[in-house]
């Protein structure tokens, strides 16, 4: 890949989140494993240098608190998350939807958003010549607070299938 016209997209779930009797599923808090863990994922992409300049959150309460302290670790590089009603419990066809439609001077996407659509568009995307390890482990579970980061060199609009590269997947703890 050309590294010069390289864009990433970093695809997350929430963090732990609880579930307090009464409360409706989009506005369910982190529980307090959650709060430990997603400062660690935004914390890993700081140490990496992978550095969102847009970030798509689901309008459920957990991805937003898990957006708040992936922000806390970027600091001042943080961009202002954009909430996104058409994240929440979106399958894989929705969530690359949204992708799609990101504007074409972004290189470095994040999309924090819920299972089992964010590790579906993950394997969507995937292609042949991803890392095999992390390939692997992210098909084989995307636990909460976990991140996969693909590499592409084409337009976010043309995203479909097969067509970005699996760098990492990470699972913070």
């Given amino acids: 890949m050309n590294e010069h ?3 990433r997209l970093v695809l997350m779930r929430h963090a732990k989140a609880a579930w307090p009797v009464g409360v409706a599923d989009h506005e369910r808090p982190l529980a307090q494993r959650g709060h430990t863990e997603a400062p660690l994922a935004g914390k890993w992409l700081v140490e990496n240098n992978i550095l969102p300049d847009f970030i798509l959150c689901s309008s ?3 991805t937003r608190q898990t957006c708040t302290w992936v922000c806390q670790q970027l600091g001042d590089k943080a961009p202002t998350p954009k909430l996104e009603d058409g994240l929440y419990a979106a399958g894989p066809g929705q969530i690359l939807s949204v992708i799609n439609h990101v504007p074409e001077t972004v290189t470095t996407l994040m999309v924090i958003s819920h299972m089992p659509g964010v590790q579906d568009v993950a394997l969507r995307l995937a292609s042949r010549d991803s890392d095999q390890d992390a390939y692997m482990n992210l098909a084989s579970g995307y636990p909460t607070s976990a991140f996969s980061v693909l590499e592409h060199t084409g ?3 043309a995203l479909d299938g097969q067509d970005a590269r699996v ?3 990470v699972v913070p703890r």
């Fill in 167 to 169: 760098t990492h997947f």
């Fill in 60 to 62: 459920a309460l957990r």
């Fill in 155 to 157: 337009d976010w609009a």
């Fill in 5 to 7: 016209h390289v864009k």
